[in-house]
């Protein structure tokens, strides 16, 4: 018997006084007051203990969101992509989850399912060097990666990646990578996007023959076509893959992606679905770091620097947002103006191009276009 109840059949079926039950049990006379006034309210229910849990929970989500989270990272996964809270909070937005929930409760629900394994605390975010180019084609990355096809056979793939925007310019896969092939696919990007004002790449043997045997060897193909360019050539310290970090993170999400596919047997196969992705990367994936749009969008909003012509000579670049009353405010020759744009754009997250463009940050629109006078 519990205690409770032992209590309860005290005053109920004993006749013993409140007073004398809590001294024999040594409780408060208020806690047996309370006790009794359950038994008589509730019947037996009041022998066990009531459940701590709220009679509301303001914060709580519909069950329906919380189906339809589990289901979006059991899918994402499945294909191979990226299925973290942000990215689930963004394919919520797109559903018109509207009030979505925050990244935190997704997360927490996600661990409540299993579906993430919690990982030891790692170094912070904000301890790390981050740098970014200013405009897109003012420095391409570029890169090889391994992959195996289904017959054993080792192919490499071979990636040129805009440091600014993410926008993969070019992925192809090889049966081996040469200097031959790095000139090759960088002039027929060069061809559809403009040369870029520099391009970053490690150490390889195709980018650079600095640490060719010897030491004295002269540049190789690649190094000779940028220095003709005069497209400025930068490398990576050995031992620092993190100077390349977004063209090596390209490659960690594109190999991720194709291990969710069928395994195919055939170059021209694997040719075929890297294509796939790259199209789904530009132009549908939105991206953590350029908030939320696309490497596309990204890459198609600003002006494009060149070799030995950089736009940001004759451009000044102002991120901002657009306040309640639909405007910015811009200083221009030591005089503030007041652009409107339009209260319907309150609150968006815009570019400023000071010759005058002003840009939507997430879609590319070009909102106004004026020149001060």
Same mark, same amino acid.
């Given at each position: 018997?519990?205690?409770?109840? %032992?209590?309860?059949?005290?005053?109920?079926?004993?006749?013993?006084?409140?007073?004398?039950?809590? =001294?024999?049990?040594?409780?408060?006379?208020?806690?047996?007051?309370?006790?009794?006034?359950?038994?008589?309210?509730?019947?037996?229910?009041?022998?066990?203990? =009531?459940?701590? =849990?709220? $009679?509301?929970?303001?914060?709580?989500?519909?069950?329906?969101?919380?189906?339809?989270?589990?289901?979006?990272?059991?899918?994402?996964?499945?294909?191979?992509?990226?299925? !973290?809270?942000?990215?689930?909070?963004?394919?919520?937005?797109?559903?018109?989850?509207?009030?979505?929930?925050?990244?935190?409760?997704?997360?927490?629900?996600?661990?409540?399912?299993?579906?993430?394994?919690?990982?030891?605390? $790692?170094? @912070? $975010?904000?301890? /790390?060097?981050?740098?970014?180019? %200013?405009?897109?084609?003012?420095?391409?990355?570029?890169?090889?990666?391994?992959?195996?096809?289904?017959?054993?056979?080792?192919?490499?793939?071979?990636?040129?990646?805009?440091?600014?925007?993410?926008?993969?310019?070019?992925?192809?896969?090889?049966?081996?990578?040469?200097?031959?092939?790095?000139?090759?696919?960088?002039?027929?990007?060069?061809?559809?996007? !403009?040369? #870029?004002?520099?391009?970053?790449?490690?150490?390889?043997?195709?980018?650079?023959?600095?640490?060719? &045997?010897?030491?004295?060897?002269?540049?190789?193909?690649?190094?000779?076509?940028?220095?003709?360019?005069?497209?400025?050539?930068?490398?990576?310290?050995?031992?620092? #893959?993190?100077?390349?970090?977004?063209?090596?993170?390209?490659?960690?999400?594109?190999? $991720?992606?194709?291990?969710? +596919? #069928?395994?195919?047997?055939?170059?021209?196969?694997?040719?075929?679905?890297?294509?796939?992705?790259?199209?789904?990367?530009?132009?549908? =994936?939105?991206?953590?770091?350029?908030?939320?749009?696309? #490497? %596309?969008?990204? /890459?198609?909003?600003? @002006?494009?620097?060149?070799?030995?012509?950089?736009?940001?000579?004759?451009?000044?670049?102002?991120?901002? &947002?657009?306040?309640?009353?639909?405007?910015?405010?811009?200083?221009?020759?030591?005089?503030? /103006?007041?652009?409107?744009?339009?209260?319907?754009?309150?609150?968006?997250?815009?570019?400023?191009?000071?010759?005058?463009?002003?840009?939507?940050?997430?879609? !590319?629109?070009?909102?106004? +276009?004026?020149?001060?006078?």
């Amino acid at each position: 018997m519990s205690k409770r109840k %032992a209590i309860i059949l005290s005053v109920i079926l004993e006749g013993r006084s409140q007073a004398e039950t809590a =001294r024999q049990f040594g409780v408060s006379e208020a806690w047996v007051s309370i006790l009794v006034r359950r038994y008589r309210t509730d019947g037996a229910a009041a022998f066990e203990p =009531r459940s701590r =849990r709220p $009679k509301s929970s303001p914060t709580r989500i519909p069950e329906p969101t919380v189906r339809t989270i589990v289901e979006l990272r059991k899918t994402l996964t499945s294909q191979g992509l990226d299925a !973290g809270p942000e990215t689930i909070l963004w394919h919520l937005q797109q559903a018109g989850i509207n009030p979505a929930p925050s990244v935190s409760t997704i997360r927490r629900y996600l661990l409540a399912a299993g579906l993430i394994t919690p990982e030891p605390k $790692k170094r @912070p $975010k904000s301890s /790390y060097i981050r740098f970014e180019a %200013a405009l897109p084609n003012e420095t391409w990355q570029t890169d090889m990666c391994h992959y195996r096809l289904g017959n054993g056979a080792d192919v490499e793939i071979l990636s040129w990646i805009d440091d600014h925007s993410r926008y993969a310019l070019s992925v192809t896969a090889h049966r081996r990578v040469n200097a031959a092939i790095v000139v090759e696919t960088f002039q027929n990007t060069s061809k559809t996007n !403009g040369y #870029p004002a520099s391009v970053l790449s490690d150490n390889g043997m195709y980018y650079t023959a600095r640490y060719a &045997r010897g030491g004295h060897s002269g540049p190789n193909h690649i190094q000779t076509v940028l220095a003709d360019l005069s497209i400025t050539q930068k490398h990576s310290r050995p031992n620092h #893959p993190t100077t390349c970090g977004k063209v090596e993170r390209f490659q960690q999400t594109l190999k $991720k992606w194709l291990r969710a +596919q #069928p395994r195919t047997n055939r170059r021209a196969e694997l040719q075929t679905q890297i294509d796939t992705f790259v199209n789904y990367y530009n132009h549908r =994936r939105p991206h953590r770091s350029l908030n939320r749009t696309t #490497p %596309a969008v990204a /890459y198609q909003r600003l @002006p494009k620097a060149s070799p030995n012509n950089t736009p940001t000579d004759q451009t000044r670049i102002r991120r901002d &947002r657009v306040d309640n009353s639909g405007k910015i405010t811009i200083r221009y020759k030591g005089h503030l /103006y007041k652009i409107g744009i339009g209260r319907a754009h309150k609150h968006r997250p815009i570019i400023a191009l000071i010759d005058i463009r002003i840009i939507d940050t997430q879609t !590319g629109e070009l909102l106004r +276009q004026l020149t001060l006078d």
